[in-house]
């Protein structure tokens, strides 16, 4: 099956950094989308981006499909940004999902 | 805005006992998906579902699960009898159109989960 990695495992950032996490996949998809895990284990939409680059506040996403991967920005990061960051790829009937980045944003 | 909601929030439950987790998809989906999460692991895909059928199932979803669309709007995960390792967080999602298809009609969302802890 597709292999989802996802880099880096654990950021410790200060309030106001920016940082770039970054999803590669093995296989060609149809489509990617990325998630925000908050502290209560909701799982919150934040990007649906087979392609290309999409941008929502100060958070931004690039896909790159044909070299297999996807960058997600977020600048001038908030304590609130802290939670668990996953992509997801569709395979077949189903998201595939990487391990997770763990993002802790210190005051 | 819409969304997919799930009952109960949190359930415990002794080893071998059956328990339906509920769902409510987003009204005008149609396609219907089952994940879980055990503490500090990844999201893994159970089972998607579309017109009364099972659509793809992973190896997790074995004889001791079963799904169930009883109506118009609910959307239920049952499991038979209840083992320790079926401890986890259980996620219902939903989408407009199925998975595998181009288009921003198959992004699915999520519900808030059923942490579901077994002893």
């Known amino acids: 099956g597709i292999q989802v990695e996802q880099s880096p495992p654990d950021l410790i950032l200060q309030e106001g950094a920016n940082s770039t996490l970054r999803c590669n996949f093995s296989d060609s998809v149809n489509n990617l989308q990325w998630f925000h895990q908050n502290p209560w284990g909701q799982l919150i939409n934040l990007f649906y981006i087979p392609s290309g680059t999409k941008q929502n506040g100060r958070l931004s996403a690039t896909t790159v499909a044909t070299e297999r991967y996807s960058l997600l920005y977020i600048s001038s990061s908030q304590t609130t940004d802290s939670g668990v960051y996953f992509c997801a790829v569709e395979y077949g009937n189903k998201l595939v999902f990487g391990a997770g980045t763990i993002l802790r944003v210190k005051s | 805005e819409p969304e997919v909601t799930q009952t109960p929030s949190h359930q415990v439950t002794q080893m071998g006992q059956e328990v339906i987790l509920r769902c409510v998809p987003i009204?005008?989906?149609?396609?219907f998906y089952w994940y879980r999460q055990i503490l500090g692991q990844k999201v893994e895909f159970l089972v998607s579902f579309y017109n009364n059928e099972i659509s793809e199932k992973s190896e997790i979803f074995d004889d001791q699960f079963s799904v169930e669309r009883p109506d118009g709007s609910n959307f239920t995960l049952k499991i038979r009898s209840t083992k320790l390792e079926d401890s986890a967080m259980y996620f219902c999602a939903s989408s407009e159109a199925p998975a595998g298809l181009s288009g921003a009609g198959n992004e699915q969302f999520f519900g808030p989960g059923t942490r579901l802890t077994v002893l």
């Open positions: 009204s005008n989906h149609l396609y």
